[in-house]
C-alpha cells in the first residue's frame, strides 16, 4: 500500500487547501486516512502476485477505512500464465546459451561421473576420421560450451542426455 495523490504522484510534504497549508506526514504517522483522503491523498492497493504483463489502470474503490485505488495485474490468469511460461523459457534458453565450463573442468567432471575413459576410447577410435574442428575441440578449445554441435556429439556417443549434460557441465563447473 502506498500513500499517493490523487493523481498517482507521490505525496507531497505539505497540501494547500483552504487557504492553509497542510503538512502531510504527521497525517501519515497517524494514519489518519480519512483527513488524507480529504487533502486528496488516498492508499493505493496493488493486488499481490506476479504480473508479467503489467498492471491495468488504477480504479476508485471505497472500503471500512473509507476511498483508495485499487489496481490488478493486466490481461486474463491464462495470458500472464502464458507470459510466466515464456519468460520462464527465455531465461531457460539464455541460460544453456552460455553455460560452459573449461576442457579442464570438464574433463574432471567426466572423470567423477566415470565417463572419462569412455570419453577418452570414442575419440581414439574417431581420430583418423576426425574434421579438423573436431580435432581442434578435443586437442586445443579451452571451453566446452553447452550449445557446441560436436560437445553435443560427444555426449550423444557416451549414451547422454540432454539433461545429464547439462547436469555435467553444472558439475564441472563447482571444480
Same mark, same amino acid.
Do not use: K
Given at each position: ?7 498517482? &504522484? ?10 492553509? /497549508? ?9 494514519? *489518519?486516512?480519512?483527513?488524507?483522503? @480529504? ?8 493486488? +499481490?502476485?506476479? @504480473? ?7 480504479? !476508485?474503490?471505497?472500503?471500512? /477505512? ?11 490468469? +491464462?495470458?500472464? &500464465? ?13 541460460? #544453456? ?17 566415470? !565417463? ?10 574417431? /581420430? ?6 573436431? #580435432? $581442434? $575441440?578435443? *586437442? ?11 560437445? &553435443?556429439? $560427444?555426449?550423444? @556417443? #557416451?549414451?547422454? *542426455? *540432454? ?11 563447482? !571444480?
Amino acid at each position: 500500500m502506498y500513500l499517493m495523490s490523487n493523481t498517482h &504522484q507521490p505525496s507531497p510534504a505539505h497540501i494547500l487547501a483552504d487557504g492553509l /497549508r497542510h503538512p502531510v506526514a504527521p497525517l501519515i504517522r497517524r494514519e *489518519d486516512i480519512h483527513r488524507l483522503s @480529504a487533502l486528496g491523498v488516498l492508499r493505493h492497493i496493488t493486488a +499481490e502476485g506476479p @504480473a508479467p504483463l503489467g498492471y491495468g489502470p488504477w480504479q !476508485l474503490a471505497e472500503d471500512a /477505512r473509507g476511498p483508495h485505488y485499487y489496481r490488478e495485474p493486466a490481461g486474463t490468469a +491464462e495470458e500472464r &500464465q502464458a507470459a510466466v511460461e515464456a519468460q520462464a523459457a527465455a531465461e531457460r534458453e539464455s541460460y #544453456l546459451d552460455e553455460l560452459q565450463c573449461t576442457r579442464v573442468q570438464g574433463r574432471r567432471a567426466l572423470n567423477q561421473a566415470g !565417463l572419462f575413459e569412455a570419453y577418452e576410447a570414442a575419440v581414439e577410435s574417431t /581420430r583418423q576420421t576426425m574434421t579438423r574442428d573436431q #580435432l $581442434f $575441440f578435443v *586437442d586445443e578449445v579451452p571451453t566446452w560450451r553447452y550449445r557446441d554441435p560436436i560437445l &553435443q556429439a $560427444f555426449a550423444a @556417443a #557416451l549414451g547422454m *542426455d *540432454d539433461v545429464q549434460m547439462i547436469q555435467l557441465i553444472e558439475l564441472a563447473r563447482t !571444480l
